[in-house]
């Protein structure tokens, strides 16, 4: 899913002080349950930052609901 991916890049970014080039390496995403007609909260909570990858988990709630209706973790190489 592009929302995660971008919302990792994001988190990386921030948790290294700054954008550098990086790329996906792995993505697995679970969907729960169908998200239509509402905005999606997105939080990433890094679970490994190391000098050439990074480690995360996402969860994508629709606004308003308390259930998680997508997860996912990916894999990031950092190029710089």
């Given at each position: 899913m ?21 790329t ?43 259930e ?13």
């Open positions: 592009a929302a995660a991916d971008t919302a990792t890049v994001i988190a990386v970014s921030s948790a290294r002080g700054g954008f550098v080039p990086m996906t390496v792995q993505q697995s995403t679970t969907f729960q349950r169908p998200m239509i007609g509402k905005d999606v909260l997105i939080e990433v909570r890094i679970t490994k930052l190391g000098r050439t990858l990074a480690f995360s988990e996402i969860t994508l709630t629709p606004d308003g609901a308390t998680p209706a997508a997860q996912a973790s990916t894999v990031y190489a950092i190029l710089a």
